[in-house]
């Protein structure tokens, strides 16, 4: 299993950053998926998730309005767009592979991008 995440960077704040996931080593189109988070010093979160058919998706309320997580099943990749960013989204940003908001379920992790929101 591997999974492969891009598209981080820096934004200012109210700005907007697209973040991908290349998943492979599984049938992604029929597993969960997800992203979680990480800011220093703090623990991982939930941050999004979505079905394998993506017709069902899940927020962590502090981004919810705000994020969408998407995907591709033609494409083995997953999504996030982040728009209205804030400061506090700065954080370490990870695809993870299963139907679960708790980091302790996780089986497989990507290596993460970087966000970082700043003026």
């Known amino acids: 299993v591997q999974l492969v995440e891009s598209g981080g960077g820096l934004a200012q704040p109210g700005g907007s950053l697209r973040l991908s996931c290349a998943a492979s080593g599984f049938t992604f189109s029929t597993v969960a998926m997800g992203w979680f988070r990480q800011a220093p010093g703090k623990e991982r979160e939930f941050v999004a998730g979505i079905s394998w058919s993506g017709e069902n998706t899940y927020y962590a309320a502090s981004v919810k309005g705000r994020f969408t997580v998407s995907r591709d099943n033609a494409k083995n990749t997953l999504y996030l767009q982040m728009n209205s960013l804030k400061p506090e989204d700065t954080a370490l940003y990870y695809c993870?592979?299963?139907?679960?908001?708790?980091?302790?379920?996780?089986?497989?992790w990507g290596q993460g991008t970087q966000v970082t929101v700043s003026s």
């Open positions: 993870t592979r299963g139907n679960t908001n708790s980091p302790d379920r996780v089986d497989y």
